[in-house]
């Protein structure tokens, strides 16, 4: 974490106590470090709360740091499913939520996410209120269809990794997960009657980059 970083956790109170042992864990198993940041953590758990996030769906687990980060948004009745296709990713998210106490609201399915998602569809899931797209980023679009077949108007569809220091702007760009970007904002852009788009840039320890957040509209 970069140093203002740190300075602004600390000043907002610090990770919670589930968040930094996560985070320690994932340290210690030699997974990437590629979790969101402690700050991005906030950022989640503030956003899910503050549309009052009952049922949350995430893709891309990895150790569960985002995960937790999310949980905590949820009242206790509340339900988070996230996916990984990684099966020792999956095992030291097992051990972090329920290390954390949040294994009766969190489930952790480990799969490919495109099966999982269209199961979901198929078998006329439940709406989320909340989904967080943070996974192989070149299927981002096809991740972004499925996240608003399993929406409700009012729902929230957040996606990471939308700026990648700046790439994002390169219309000549052959990184497929860039691309995917560029399409999702296209399709955003084309359609500003049923989505409400935002982007929140973020820079610190892990570079500059952002969080797409979309606002699906409708009657709500
Ligand atoms: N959200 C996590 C970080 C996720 S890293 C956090 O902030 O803590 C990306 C994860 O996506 C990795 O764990 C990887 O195994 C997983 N992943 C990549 N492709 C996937 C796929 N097709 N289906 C499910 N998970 C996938
Ligand atoms: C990186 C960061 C991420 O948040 C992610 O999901 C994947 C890769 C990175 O910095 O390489
Ligand atoms: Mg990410």
């Not at 439940?126 to 077949?149: G, K, S």
């Amino acid at each position: 974490m970069g140093r203002v970083e740190r300075a602004l956790v600390d000043a907002l109170g610090g990770e919670s106590g589930a968040a930094a042992q996560s985070s320690g864990n994932n340290h210690r198993a030699g997974l990437q470090p590629i979790s969101v940041s402690p700050l991005q953590g906030r950022q989640l758990t503030w956003l899910a709360r503050s549309v009052g996030a009952r049922r949350i769906l995430e893709v891309g687990t990895l150790g569960g740091y985002s995960t937790v980060c999310l949980a905590e948004a949820l009242p206790p009745d509340g339900y988070l499913l996230t996916v990984d296709n990684n099966p020792i990713h999956h095992t030291v998210a097992r051990q972090n939520i329920d290390q954390a106490g949040l294994a009766g609201i969190v489930e952790l399915a480990l799969g490919n996410a495109l099966d999982v998602l269209s199961q979901l569809v198929a078998v006329r899931a439940e709406p989320f209120d909340v989904f967080f797209v943070d996974a192989d980023q070149h299927n981002n679009v096809e991740y972004f269809h499925l996240c608003l077949a399993l929406a409700r108007p009012g729902s929230l569809f957040l996606l990471d990794n939308v700026v990648r220091n700046g790439e994002v702007c390169d219309l000549e760009t052959r990184n497929e997960a860039v691309r995917a970007t560029q399409r999702c904002l296209e399709e955003l852009r084309a359609d500003p009657s049923l989505f409400d788009a935002v982007i929140f840039q973020n820079v610190g320890g892990k570079g500059h980059d952002g969080l797409l957040a979309v606002r699906v509209l409708g009657q709500e």
